[in-house]
């Protein structure tokens, strides 16, 4: 295609066509049967939601290459907590660290999110900050063989394609009494917030911001992960904040 301007004629090339679809258009055809694994205990990544992480234990580095190298995606996942195995939560900084305890490859919960590598920093050490943006969760069928130090399932993303077409519109949830009940468990804890960003947000946003940064344990944020709505999701937050217990309605309990 060619344009015009007063110094000539300027060639465009804007009918090349991508190698990865833009993140609006992809869907369930868009995603590998297998994928390379980031357990990370405490680490909440939702649809739609962006997930700041430090990756510098060389397994980590090496998913991450791979890739970039790739389709940009990767599959996130909590380990589930065993008896004796202390984790190593995220800290305040975003590191993606994992100590001795996890080298025994612990079980893994069934559902997780595909994140697509969004942005990416690589220091001189050759470590990398990177932001993952979550496409839709994942049911993890069975793991495979180990690639490169790090852990690859197949996986299988159909039971959540409602992930890349719900826009969140009109969703039934008591958003005043959500803030209020957050208002207060951030006095209770010393927590300080952004409250007027916060405000500002819509709904389909508040609701994927506030559960990936309260400070919850494994077990309550693989449930906020795991509701099969946005509204059942703001419902299990605000048992929470509430202080009313973490189990969903009718006792449901992660898988």
């Known amino acids: 295609?060619?344009?015009?301007?007063?110094?000539?004629?300027?060639?465009?090339?804007?009918?090349?066509?991508?190698?990865?679809?833009?993140?609006?258009?992809m869907t369930l055809a868009d995603f590998p049967a297998e994928l390379g694994l980031f357990p990370l205990?405490?680490?909440?990544?939702?649809?739609?939601?962006?997930?700041?992480?430090?990756v510098f234990e060389p397994r980590y580095v090496a998913?991450?290459?791979?890739a970039l190298a790739g389709n940009r995606l990767i599959g996130m996942i909590q380990p589930r907590p065993l008896d004796g195995m202390d984790g190593s939560p995220l800290d305040d900084a975003g590191d993606a660290d994992m100590d001795d305890g996890y080298s025994t490859t612990p079980p893994l919960y069934n559902i997780g999110c595909i994140g697509r590598i969004t942005a990416m920093t690589e220091r001189a050490d050759g470590t990398y900050a990177i932001t993952l943006t979550g496409i839709a969760r994942f049911r993890l069928l069975r793991e495979t063989e180990?690639?490169?130090?790090?852990?690859?399932?197949?996986?299988?993303?159909?039971s959540f394609v409602s992930d890349l077409t719900d826009g969140g519109?009109?969703?039934?949830?008591?958003?005043?009494?959500?803030?209020n009940?957050?208002?207060?468990?951030?006095?209770?804890?010393?927590?300080?917030?952004?409250?007027?960003?916060?405000?500002?947000?819509?709904?389909?946003?508040?609701?994927?911001?506030?559960?990936?940064?309260?400070?919850?344990?494994?077990?309550?944020?693989?449930?906020?992960?795991?509701?099969?709505?946005?509204?059942?999701?703001?419902?299990?937050?605000?048992?929470?904040?509430?202080?009313?217990?973490?189990?969903?309605?009718?006792?449901?309990?992660?898988?």
């Open 169 to 179: 519109d009109d969703i039934p949830f008591d958003r005043e009494g959500l803030l």
């Open 146 to 158: 180990m690639r490169r130090g790090y852990r690859v399932a197949r996986v299988d993303a159909s």
């Open 1 to 25: 295609m060619t344009r015009h301007d007063p110094r000539g004629t300027i060639i465009i090339h804007d009918d090349i066509p991508r190698r990865i679809p833009q993140i609006g258009d």
């Open 181 to 255: 009940a957050l208002h207060d468990f951030c006095e209770a804890q010393g927590v300080s917030t952004q409250w007027d960003a916060l405000r500002q947000m819509d709904d389909a946003a508040l609701l994927v911001t506030l559960p990936m940064i309260c400070p919850f344990g494994t077990e309550p944020r693989q449930m906020m992960l795991e509701a099969p709505t946005p509204a059942a999701r703001a419902q299990i937050l605000r048992n929470l904040l509430d202080g009313a217990g973490h189990e969903p309605d009718e006792g449901a309990s992660p898988s």
């Open 63 to 66: 998913l991450v290459e791979d």
């Open 41 to 54: 205990d405490e680490a909440l990544l939702l649809p739609q939601g962006r997930l700041p992480l430090n």
